[in-house]
């Protein structure tokens, strides 16, 4: 009993960022319908690194393309399942997306509702990027050749983080001695230097004049009087200040602002529209009618600008995105920021180019990062540089890491807890620990003794063992259990149902008849 | 700043090709046995001691008893001067040079509106088909475009000309002038010397720059049907290049993750497929003007206007008793040369512009 009400305790406390349940992805293909997933279901929690590992085919990427509903369409399609990205289920209009009629497994109609399908992606749109953002296998590949990469950078800074920039810019504005005051106070009462130093950077950011952060800190190290550091900033600032339209900055802020909140009415009303509340859905409806109408109307030049001057326009909100991106190479340790920012993705190396992937996923400070085989494309030296990078931001920002990779080793040095993947299907899912050492899946026995080991228990068998045969072709997956065929315990139940991801002890899940017997209700 | 460098190093580029060009021409025309040619120059009307002087100017021009190397000299200085022989022929007799001159500005005209109007139109519809395949607006796309490419462009002009022409089709009186109905030799405007109107010798840009604004819708309606003809097969080609970019552009992984980027629905496709599905249209504009050169000849012929395309038929058919104007021939050759070296030029530079990969 004691334990059971803590650990529901423990669920309550820690609500998991992305949770993913019975997430099914289908292609239809020409050869017939490839089940790529087949009910999954994992959750990933805020500040932890889960890993999902798997040979060649089983599904990991189509996962994380799923989670970021990017499965290329056609052919592919999320079919059905729940995804919820901070609380909200991104799949909720599924439904009324697209109408799929199976004639047979070649003959497939899908009769795609336009108008949901908009409206979805338009949601989606301030969700990903913003919320969760992802980097990909080749990062040559995933590099737009015709942008320079501080413009591929800043694009995602103006996309979500325009109202951040706008209230910095309006906080420089109506800076007051107080203000510089209590920044003084607050690094005078530091003694340790890194945080004087972070102390620094929090306020230039926060009033947006990282141009004086060196010779603030300059300033004060070199001078003791405060009086005199406070007036010498407050100078600087207000020097600075000429040429700012303030009045330009509130409009374009009132405009995100009133976006947002239509966005936030939306995902009220899919939510309602959902548990079919028609009181709620109307209610929400006449809202957005309502907000939008004020958008038209107040807002009608300022979005003809924007339509047909938007450089100009935004040019004071371009600077402070690439002063973003500046910083934001810099913490991803790219040599030379300020010759990067301005070249081209075939100018770079792999490793460069990877680190600028990092960072265009860093730029809108996202909860959750997926990576889909960041490093399989990079050498040794530069997948430790990268996985580095990657295990420093999930420290340091407390960003949630879904991790995508085929390399044991990998996982093994960065994940907290792992899920392994089989044809479409987890099979095993607990603490990278326990994965490792005490597997119980046959499969992922199987993966385990395939590594190469300098341990004790490896010394008599030199030879690496591998697993027979190879993933299935999945237009026709094996019946029940998918990885029957291969394995060394087959019984005669795994041919004909399907076991379930069960919990054989804490934080361990198994889904195999060796352990449990309960089967998926099909 | 790299692409200043780039524009330099293919301006450079130009003067080989330049050479390469003339001597192609020079070879052409010293194909031809020499005694012919010089009957070429002559005109076969004039007074016999008229006749003696121009046989001596054309041993002259042709620097006849010199090396090779030497002609080919005399040749480009000729050139250079503005001196390409005589043509005479029941359309234009003269000096080649001041035919090219009179006539080339006209065929600018007709190109630059034909590239314009099947740009202006092609770039939006092949985005809004590209963006949807396999859909019945993609289908029937394709289908259009594959018909207009392979329609022969005389039979699309004379097709044109039998539904719009002005009193031949079912518009009647209100349909679009054909034949050259009006067109500036008719035209009684003080900007218009000798039928050739100043300063670009271009009728509509002319007119405009003239404040003649009757006048250019004139030379307008007389530009409708030509350039409706010459575009439909460049836009028919450029539609389908354009659609293909965007189907493969869409499939690309860097448009996975703009849209992983959370960049909206309209904005991939403007800004991030668009663009670079933009990238081998280009190079196909300088290739399908190339092909555009030879439908000018039909169709200012069908049209009866006169252009350069007139000019190179006249100098082919040449007159009675006296047939093909070899040095015509050879001058519309090397300007319609020209005109391809200069589009190509262009084409490179609009894509160094837009893919910087270009610039090493």
Known sequence: MIIEETKSEKTQEIKPYVEVKDLVTQFFTARGIVKALDRVSFSVYPGEIYGLVGESGCGKSVTSTSVMDLIPDPPGRVVSGEIFIDNFNILSDIKTLARIKIKSETDVRIKRNKRALKRHNNVLSHIRGDKISMIFQEPFLALNPTMSIGEQIMEVIMLHNISSISESMIRRENISSGDVNEFITKYYSLNDDTLKRKTVNNFTASYAIHEFEESIISLLTTSDDRQYIETEILNMIRENKSGINIENIKTIKGYYDLQREIFQMTLKLLQAERTGETSAVNRYTTEIRKLKRIESGNFFNLKMKLRFAYKHYMAEYRKEARRRTMELLTLVNIAGPEVVIDSYPHELSGGMQQRAMIAMALASNPNMLIADEPTTALDVTTQAQILEIIKDLNKLIGMAVLFITHDLAVIAETCNRVGVMYAGNIVEEASTVETFNDPKHPYTVGLMSSVPRADKKREKELKLETIPGTVPNLITPPSGCRFHPRCKFAMDICSLKKPKLVEISKNHKVACFLYSDESEVE | ?360
Do not use: C
């Not at chain 2, 003080?190 to 004139?218: E, W, Y």
């Not at chain 2, 970019?245 to 980027?261: H, L, P």
């Not at chain 2, 000018?296 to 006296?322: H, M, P, Q, W, Y």
């Open chain 2, 1 to 360: 700043m790299e692409l200043k460098y780039y524009i330099i190093r293919r301006l450079l580029i130009l003067i080989p090709t330049a050479l390469g060009l003339l001597l192609m021409t020079f070879i052409l025309l010293r194909a031809i046995p020499v005694s012919d040619l010089i009957a070429n120059y002559v005109n076969q009307r004039a007074s016999p001691a008229q006749r003696a002087i121009e046989k001596q100017q054309a041993i002259a021009l042709l620097g006849i008893g010199q090396p090779l190397p030497e002609q080919f000299y005399i040749y480009i200085v000729d050139i250079l001067h503005g001196n390409l022989g005589n043509m005479y022929s029941n359309f234009y007799s003269g000096p080649v040079i001041v035919g090219i001159e009179d006539y080339l500005p006209f065929t600018l005209e007709l190109t630059i509106f034909t590239v314009i109007v099947s740009v202006l139109i092609a770039i939006p519809l092949g985005t809004f088909i590209g963006s949807r395949p396999n859909t019945v607006a993609d289908s029937t796309g394709r289908v259009f475009s594959l018909i207009f490419f392979a329609m022969p462009i005389f039979w699309l002009a004379l097709v044109l000309q039998l539904v719009f022409g002005k009193n031949i089709g079912p518009l009647g009186a209100y349909g679009l002038p054909i034949s050259g109905q009006g067109y500036p030799s008719t035209q009684q405007v003080g900007f218009i010397v000798n039928g050739v109107s100043q300063p670009t010798h271009m009728l509509f840009i002319d007119s405009v720059l003239h404040g003649d604004f009757p006048l250019a819708l004139v030379a307008l309606e007389h530009l409708i049907l030509p350039v409706l003809t010459l575009s439909m097969s460049i836009l028919a080609g450029l539609l389908r290049f354009i659609r293909a970019g965007m189907v493969d552009t869409a499939n690309q992984e860097y448009i996975k993750t703009a849209r992983a980027k959370g960049v909206p629905e309209k904005m991939v496709l403007k800004k991030h497929i668009r663009k670079n599905a933009l990238l081998p249209s280009v190079t196909v504009i300088g290739l399908l003007v190339a092909g555009l050169l030879g439908g000018v000849v039909v169709v200012e012929d069908i049209f009866k206007l006169e252009g350069l395309g007139r000019l190179s038929l006249a100098a082919v058919v040449g007159t009675v008793g006296n047939n093909i104007q070899f040095y015509g021939v050879a001058g519309t050759i090397l300007f319609f040369g020209l005109i391809l070296m200069l589009t190509n030029l262009i084409v490179d530079v609009v894509y160094a512009f837009l893919d910087p990969r270009i610039r090493y």
